[in-house]
């Protein structure tokens, strides 16, 4: 049995080399362990993903389509909004349009100045069997809400392209309650059950580009 000696668990993870000595007692030489490697490793691999998520998006996970159509007025050039049924009629008692009969079960709401001063820009369509609901066309620069985002997608590094269903903020009484939708494209015509594509560019910060059809 030795005298005067110690024995001493060394994880090999923490401690490089340990000496034993019956006088002098433990002495060990550690080179740099583990647990300061994480430290040392972990914040810059963080700041790195930090940064790709603030710059690219990676992957979608830093990209807020939403957010970035209603932070900003988006511009709506002769787009076609559908109208709710509520929105039809309260538009007639408020004098925004007078509807008129086509035949055929089709009709047509001309727009008075008080809806071209809303920027409504084309009379309101009326029993279009290929849409299945009343429509308009606005033009203009409007708050939107968006009520859903569909898909996300890189067009190139500086480019992204998101369909969503978007409704419009037009300041008048009638199109409180529900807002008009904006309709995409679908086999080249408006349809209800499409959500239009926006293009997304980013030149300093991303910002809505356009509509796509």
């Known amino acids: 049995m030795l005298k005067n000696s110690a024995i001493v668990a060394c994880n090999p993870l923490y401690c490089n080399r340990t000496f034993i000595n019956e006088k002098k007692g433990l002495k060990s030489t550690s080179a740099t362990d583990d647990k300061q490697v994480v430290v040392n490793i972990l914040p810059k691999k963080y700041a790195v993903l930090a940064a790709c998520l603030a710059l690219t998006g990676c992957g979608g996970g830093g990209f807020d389509a939403g957010g970035l159509l209603e932070s900003h007025p988006v511009r709506l050039d002769g787009e076609q909004v559908m109208l709710s049924g509520d929105a039809l009629n309260c538009g007639v008692r408020e004098d925004l349009w007078t509807v008129s009969s086509l035949g055929d079960e089709r009709s047509v709401g001309r727009l008075s100045q008080k809806a071209r001063d809303l920027q409504f820009s084309d009379d309101v369509q009326i029993g279009d069997a290929v849409v299945g609901a009343p ?14 985002v569909g898909s996300l997608r890189d067009e190139d590094a500086f ?12 300041d008048h009484s009638c199109f409180q309650n529900e807002l008009p939708l904006v309709m995409g494209i679908k086999h080249g015509q408006f349809s209800r059950s499409t959500n239009p594509l926006f293009r997304f560019k980013m030149d300093g910060e991303w910002m809505v580009d356009q509509i796509i059809h």
Not at 159 to 170: E, F, H, M
């Open 135 to 148: 429509y308009a066309q606005i033009r203009g620069s409007f708050s939107v809400k968006v009520l859903q």
């Open 159 to 170: 480019t992204k392209l998101a369909d969503a269903k978007v409704g419009v903020k037009i």
